[in-house]
């Protein structure tokens, strides 16, 4: 009887201890095969080029190639889409950006739910976006902005590069924190956008950073402010909104998901071979040639980030009643 026990117990604990074992298992050969990371927005925008910076290393380190896939178009939902039907085994990511808390928002139907079925796999940058103005425009800082806005209600004109895009919604909150009336002019990109300002066409503008440092530098434009809470590496004499509208908070920033129920070895594991990435001084220095700095979280720091945006988003487009193009 205690011979039968103790073999009882021990295919028991064989038993229990199987699928641990097969979770490691899985987790030492990954990646065994290629790995798909999707990108919801053109090849050269800085969406694709953290793609492929991080996928690099990626295929450097782990030994299989990590191919960055482009797949654009309404504003990311169709590349969130194919990730959110793939199969949660960790051979597809997915980059995610403030754009994707956006538009949990701004879409009123979305085949998807991006807490829910997108696991936070590593956060890679933040990046501020950047107030600025024609350089004929009579405002020189932020608190004069403000109040050329409030003697000129409705007549002052704020450029995007489009409906609900983080430019957008960064400049109506703004609007909702100072207490002004600035008319959004909408445009299909930030270059156009960017041309008329230059042009004086509209006045003033949130831009990501790279897009407009070099114009900033060469005096076309005048750089007000930066909206990230602490000021920008790139423009060291640059205040942050916050300095005049305290509370202020706006960025870019980009990282990695995968579906859900991705197992959570794999998603650890990618999570530690990209913070060891970020650590990286030759990464380092791209991410600020790109306008930002590395951002390194946890899984589960990186998605409390989301969920946080998601909401914090969320009451910036209804109050601005923001609509898709």
Known sequence: MQRRRRRFLHLAAGAVALPVLARIVRAQSYPARPVRLISGFPAGGINDLLARLIGQRLSDRLGQQFVVENRPGAAGNIATEAAVRAPPDGYTLLMLTVTHAINATLYDKLNYDLVRDIAPVASIIRS??????????????????????????????????????????AGELFKLMAGIDMVHVPYRGGAPALTDL????????????????????????????????????????????????????????????????????????????????????????????????????????????????????????????????
Do not use: C
């Not at 004069?144 to 957008?168: Q, R």
């Not at 790139?234 to 509370?247: I, K, M, R, Y």
């Open 128 to 169: 501020p976006l950047v107030m600025e103005v024609n350089a004929s425009f009579p405002a020189k800082s932020v608190p004069e902005l403000i109040a050329y806005a409030k003697a000129n209600p409705g007549k002052v004109n704020m450029a995007s590069s489009g409906n609900g895009t983080p430019p957008h919604v």
């Open 198 to 325: 230059i042009g004086g066409q509209v006045d003033v503008m949130l831009a990501v950073l790279p897009e407009v440092m070099e114009q900033i530098r060469a005096g076309k434009v005048r750089a007000l402010a930066v909206t990230t809470a602490v000021r920008s590496d790139a423009l060291p004499d640059v205040p942050t909104v916050s300095d005049f509208v305290p509370g202020f908070e706006a960025s870019y920033w980009g990282g990695i998901g995968a579906p859900g129920k991705t197992p959570a070895e794999i998603i650890s594991g990618l999570n530690k071979e990209i913070n060891l990435a970020l650590a990286d001084p030759r990464i380092r220095e791209r991410l600020l040639e790109l306008g930002g700095v590395p951002f390194a979280t946890s899984p589960a720091e990186f998605g409390k980030l989301i969920a946080d945006e998601v909401a914090k988003w969320a009451k910036v487009v209804k109050f601005a009643g923001a609509r898709p193009d």
